[in-house]
């Protein structure tokens, strides 16, 4: 059964470490990160961004898929199934399909009107038993055609917004989405402690987690990330493993050009990239 993100979250900020949130597209990708989540013991949440929710002919969809799945695979760690970036009607749609989990991404609101949205929607969240999470401070580069530079929030309105009773809260650090540039200057600590310093037991979630470097993730757990986005990562090593395969002429050999026999190299990358992040963000065994 789907779990709200809340029990998860508060659990990992006050042992420090962090839970992932790994971002879906089909049924390879969520059958590779539950059975990857369940062989090593962790919570973990699965990410829908509308563009996704869009492709996977909708959030009914999805919900059907992923509850399957949980039952057919005898998964019993918690799962959240969550919106990635959602919009306000996105965010309604997603807690009438029966996800677990939203995000309202009103980031790009005047301060104002992201508290009024943003009140109205945990509301409806709590009302249906699920987790909401808000960003304040665009998150840089590119998600789903919206792009952003990597600002960093103000640390008195991310306390604004995280006492509207929002279960957890992203807040750009200078983070960005997809590959970082090479001149990039790294995670605002500084930002990310007074942000802290100021919202106190509230998880904070770091969005593009692809290519930041492993030091850097660990400082940021240890200052209250609790809930760690990747997405970009796993459809690399989806790409290149097929890409092998493909090179290599394996879909000409016998029944090599078989889908279940075609994608199974990158679904084992996306095992083996979930088990990577599970490790460093130290969720394993939290279960
Ligand atoms: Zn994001």
Same mark, same amino acid.
């Given at each position: 059964?789907?779990?709200?993100?809340?029990?998860?979250?508060?659990?990992?900020?006050?042992?420090?470490?962090?839970?992932?949130?790994?971002?879906?597209?089909?049924?390879?990708?969520?059958?590779?990160?539950?059975?990857?989540?369940?062989?090593?013991?962790?919570?973990?949440?699965?990410?829908?961004?509308?563009?996704?929710?869009?492709?996977?002919?909708?959030?009914?969809?999805?919900?059907?898929?992923?509850?399957?799945?949980?039952?057919?695979?005898?998964?019993?760690?918690?799962?959240?199934?969550?919106?990635?970036?959602?919009?306000?009607?996105?965010?309604?749609?997603?807690?009438?399909?029966?996800?677990?989990?939203?995000?309202?991404? /009103?980031?790009?609101? !005047?301060? $104002?009107?992201?508290?009024?949205?943003? =009140?109205?929607? &945990?509301?409806?969240? @709590?009302? +249906?038993?699920?987790?909401?999470?808000?960003?304040?401070?665009?998150?840089?580069?590119?998600?789903?055609?919206?792009?952003?530079?990597?600002?960093?929030?103000?640390?008195?309105?991310?306390?604004?917004?995280?006492?509207?009773?929002?279960?957890?809260?992203?807040?750009?650090?200078?983070?960005?989405?997809?590959?970082?540039?090479?001149?990039?200057?790294?995670?605002?600590?500084?930002?990310?402690?007074?942000?802290?310093?100021?919202?106190?037991?509230?998880?904070?979630?770091?969005?593009? /987690?692809?290519?930041? !470097?492993? $030091?850097?993730?660990?400082?940021?757990? =240890?200052?209250? &990330?609790?809930?760690? @986005?990747? +997405?970009?990562?796993?459809?690399?090593?989806?790409?290149?493993?097929?890409?092998?395969?493909?090179?290599?002429?394996?879909?000409?050999?016998?029944?090599?050009?078989?889908?279940?026999?075609?994608?199974?190299?990158?679904?084992?990358?996306?095992?083996?990239?979930?088990?990577?992040?599970?490790?460093?963000?130290?969720?394993?065994?939290?279960?």
């Amino acid at each position: 059964m789907l779990v709200s993100a809340k029990d998860m979250l508060e659990k990992a900020k006050a042992g420090h470490y962090a839970v992932g949130q790994f971002n879906i597209n089909n049924l390879e990708w969520t059958k590779a990160i539950l059975l990857t989540a369940q062989e090593l013991n962790s919570p973990v949440i699965l990410g829908v961004s509308e563009g996704a929710g869009k492709y996977m002919t909708g959030y009914k969809t999805v919900v059907g898929m992923v509850n399957g799945m949980l039952e057919e695979l005898n998964i019993t760690v918690p799962v959240a199934l969550h919106l990635d970036h959602g919009s306000y009607e996105g965010c309604l749609k997603c807690i009438e399909a029966g996800f677990s989990s939203i995000m309202f991404d /009103g980031s790009h609101y !005047p301060i $104002d009107e992201n508290v009024a949205k943003t =009140t109205e929607l &945990v509301k409806l969240a @709590n009302e +249906n038993g699920m987790s909401i999470e808000a960003e304040v401070g665009s998150i840089g580069g590119e998600e789903d055609g919206v792009i952003g530079k990597g600002e960093c929030a103000d640390p008195n309105e991310c306390k604004a917004i995280a006492d509207l009773g929002v279960t957890m809260l992203a807040a750009g650090i200078g983070n960005i989405h997809g590959k970082y540039p090479d001149n990039w200057e790294g995670l605002s600590f500084e930002t990310l402690d007074a942000i802290q310093q100021l919202t106190g037991e509230m998880p904070l979630v770091l969005h593009g /987690g692809t290519g930041i !470097p492993a $030091d850097m993730i660990k400082k940021a757990i =240890t200052l209250g &990330v609790a809930k760690i @986005n990747v +997405n970009t990562e796993c459809q690399l090593a989806f790409a290149d493993a097929t890409r092998k395969y493909i090179e290599a002429g394996k879909d000409l050999e016998g029944k090599g050009f078989d889908p279940r026999k075609l994608l199974a190299p990158g679904f084992e990358a996306i095992k083996a990239t979930v088990k990577e992040k599970m490790e460093l963000f130290g969720s394993v065994g939290k279960a």
